[in-house]
């Protein structure tokens, strides 16, 4: 379940994305993000900052440019 309180930007423009429990239906809820710029084909990089190697064996973090200009590629 996506929920757009899990993803903001902090004061120095750096993106945060929260797993979280919701306190209303107790389901876990991931973030996901969107933008409106159309990637074309290139090289692409994310620089994660924390502690990714103590995330839960069930995490996953999947990071991709669906929809370039052919709408379909990742």
């Known amino acids: 379940d996506w ?3 899990n993803v903001w930007l902090d004061a120095n423009g750096r993106l ?11 389901k876990w809820t991931c973030a996901e993000l969107y933008t ?3 990637f074309t084909f290139g090289t692409y990089r994310w620089f994660v900052e924390g502690a990714i190697d103590r995330f ?11 929809g370039g200009l052919d ?4």
């Open 3 to 5: 929920d757009p309180n």
């Open 16 to 26: 945060h994305l929260k797993l979280r429990r919701s306190p209303i239906t107790n």
């Open 36 to 38: 409106k710029e159309r």
């Open 56 to 66: 839960d064996p069930n995490v996953v973090l999947g990071l991709f440019t669906y």
């Open 71 to 74: 709408g379909t590629n990742e």
